[in-house]
């Protein structure tokens, strides 16, 4: 843990010019707000620092616009991108009118999440572990207009340049579905993808490891070791940070888009998840693939609220251009141990008790992670509340079922319109707790209409011109 003090000792020690403070709004981007150190003392850290908050994402009227931004002092690194010296700093919402935390701070309802797991006795501690995917490009073009809409991205990696005149072609391109894991010449970001590593780690993310991902066009991922809710959701905020600042130092875009590129393998964020209490884990056990009674509950809810769930940790309607079959997404609503056709996967990792975990294989990183986090632990306890059993596990390739098989199976929503509606049906295993507020859920969802679903509805899609322009 760092203190207050440490924090000032270090701006001091290292000479440093200016304090960047991100907080993250609604939807899941980072803001942020540059002070010149002498901005910065110890009531920055209990009172925070005040700002204009009206025109965020998601949030209050101009009328009731007044924020602050309460410092984390645990949060603090030196921010590599900058040309003068400056710490960057993770910052959570206050109402300055009562001190209180802000309840539309997706950081706040995590802490909120947090706070609730302690209550009810089960544990105190949530560790996550997601794996964020992303693609690398060399352009990334679109655009709408009332006549027109397009989008274009392109790679040096991408299989339809195989046939380009790039004086000279080299070849090389990874196939479509075959990305994983050539060496190099094939795999070009080997040194691009271990400065992100390393970068990373310079900002404080435990790093563990990268590589190429399965599609072609420039997919990739970077690991870091799993952290707690909170923890972990700013290292994933991080690592969004580094990824697209190091590869523009390159002269190339990144994104996390989960359906950039048709025909090919989308971009998920398959989240591993364990509850712990004093030190000791809990999903382990003498029960299907090594896990405690209490996982197996926690899996049941995870299950029972994942349309609702979804709405959340796939929070676009891109997100569901990635939940089709045939790409290795986890469009059916099962579990299983080792099988990542099943939406909820047991890894195989061995005997050891700390090491069982259940991993949630939908979520992709257009989510907010610390709302994402904190609705999956909702839903994980309302199972162990409830004692929520999953069912019999699905231990075969669910892609290879039978019609009638499959017809068993429930899956994912097909739309963020319905996941949205199956939210609006469910969420009191969200609010009840305390965790979100009724306010934020509607807010939630008048939002994702009003901005993504309804605009998307209205605009003509440019394949209708292929399907229907001669009709």
């Known amino acids: 843990m760092t203190t207050p003090k440490e924090v000032l000792k270090m701006i001091q020690d290292k000479n440093i010019q200016m304090i960047d403070l991100k907080f993250i709004d609604t939807p899941g981007t980072w803001q942020h707000l540059t002070l010149y150190h002498n901005q910065i003392d110890e009531t920055a850290f209990t009172d925070g620092v005040p700002f204009d908050g009206s025109s965020i994402r998601g949030w209050k009227a101009i009328n009731e616009s007044d924020m602050s931004m309460v410092l984390d002092p645990n949060t603090a690194w030196i921010d590599p991108f900058m040309a003068e010296p400056t710490l960057s ?63 274009y991205v392109d790679s040096v990696e991408g299989a339809w340049n195989s046939g380009k005149d790039e004086g000279p072609n080299l070849a090389y391109k990874p196939r479509f579905k075959q990305g994983y894991f050539p060496v190099a010449p094939t795999d070009s970001f080997q040194d691009i993808r271990t400065e992100m590593l390393l970068t990373m780690a310079k900002c404080g993310v435990p790093i563990e490891k990268q590589h190429h991902e399965v599609a072609t066009g420039g997919q990739c991922e970077l690991g870091f070791r799993f952290g707690k809710l909170i923890e972990a959701a700013d290292w994933l905020m991080t690592y969004k940070y580094v990824i697209k600042n190091v590869a523009k130092k390159y002269g190339k875009t990144v994104t996390f888009m989960p359906k950039p590129i048709f025909g090919d393998n989308g971009s998920g964020m398959h989240c591993h998840q364990s509850i712990w209490k004093d030190g000791k884990p809990l999903f382990g056990g003498d029960q299907y693939a090594g896990l405690s009674e209490m996982a197996l509950h926690y899996i049941g809810g995870i299950l029972r609220h994942a349309p609702a769930l979804l709405a959340i940790t796939n929070p676009t309607t891109n997100s569901y251009k990635r939940l089709v079959p045939g790409y290795e997404a986890p469009v059916n609503l099962a579990y299983s141990q080792g099988n990542r056709s099943a939406s909820v996967r047991i890894p195989l990792s061995g005997s050891n008790p700390k090491a069982k975990r259940l991993e949630f294989r939908c979520p992709d990183a257009t989510s907010n992670p610390y709302l994402a986090f904190a609705a999956m632990l909702c839903a994980g306890l309302d ?78 899609h440019p394949y209708e011109f292929a399907l229907y322009y001669d009709c």
């Open 89 to 151: 700093i993770i910052c959570s919402i206050q109402e300055p009118r009562t001190g209180e935390p802000y309840n539309r701070c997706p950081r706040v309802i995590a802490q909120k999440a947090v706070d609730y797991l302690v209550s009810t006795g089960v544990g105190d501690t949530a560790f996550f572990g997601p794996e964020a995917e992303f693609f690398i490009f060399d352009d990334a073009r679109f655009d709408q207009t009332a006549n027109s809409g397009y989008y």
């Open 383 to 460: 199972g162990i509340k409830n004692k929520i059993h999953p069912g019999e596990p699905l231990d075969k390739n669910i892609y290879e079922l039978s019609p009638e098989e499959l017809a068993k199976v429930p899956s994912t929503p097909g739309s963020l319109e319905l996941a949205l509606e199956a939210l609006e049906k469910d969420h009191a295993f969200l609010t009840e707790p305390g965790v979100f507020t009724e306010d934020f859920i509607q807010t939630w969802i008048s939002y994702k209409l009003d901005n993504e679903v309804n605009p998307m509805r209205l605009r003509p």
